[in-house]
């Protein structure tokens, strides 16, 4: 593990088709609006110094929102971790659909309340999320430095609450963490530093 501090910033993705309201033809095709690519250029620059890495998710939005930072700091080194939203409800079944569309299936989600259960395939569960949270964290204090991660509200909410509460695949957490979700979203082209703790308690 580095001995260099770890400072994170944590960027959401520019304004997507699907936060304006829009059909998605897939969870991780989705673009940005003119808005978004307007965001994600005011993001880059505000990232005032190179960053030692900058981590994008793979989804289609998180690259394109990373483009303009890859275009001011040439010299940064990029990588593709997996940082990608939390996709729990049935890709297929959402295909082409609105956020409106889809808040019923959601709130089935939810209220289920069920850590391990998977929606269909390609979606995956409340315990696997927290995996894939627990590895983002792991990798980042290995790497050390001044890293900047563009990505998605839900997954770095997530890091944020879980530096506090820890990793539990319980029903109890699972409902504490969607209403921190809800109570806080992240807005599009925000940025959030994030210095994570070497051990949690």
């Not at 501090?5 to 059909?23: F, I």
């Amino acid at each position: 593990m580095s001995t260099a501090a770890t400072v994170v910033w944590l960027a959401r993705h520019g304004e997507s088709q699907a936060n304006a309201g829009l059909p998605s033809p897939s969870h991780d095709s989705i673009t940005l609006t003119a808005r978004g690519h307007a965001q994600a250029v005011e993001l880059a620059r505000r990232i005032d110094h190179r960053p030692d890495l900058l981590v994008v998710s793979p989804f289609v939005r998180a690259r394109q929102t990373a483009a303009p930072i890859c275009e001011r700091w040439p010299q940064a080194p990029v990588e593709t971790w997996a940082i990608e939203e939390f996709s729990y409800l049935d890709p297929a079944r959402c295909r082409d659909t609105t956020v409106e569309m889809r808040r019923p299936w959601a709130a089935a989600y939810w209220q289920r309340a069920d850590p391990h259960h998977v929606d269909g395939p390609g979606a995956e569960s409340f315990a696997q999320f927290l995996a894939r949270l627990q590895a983002f964290r792991r990798k980042l204090l290995e790497r050390g430095g001044f890293v900047v991660a563009v990505g998605h509200g839900q997954f770095f909410r997530a890091c944020l609450w879980t530096e506090v509460h820890g990793f539990a695949t319980t029903p109890e957490a699972m409902a504490a963490w969607r209403a921190a979700e809800i109570a806080t979203p992240m807005a599009n082209g925000e940025i959030i530093e994030w210095i994570p703790a070497r051990n949690l308690h």
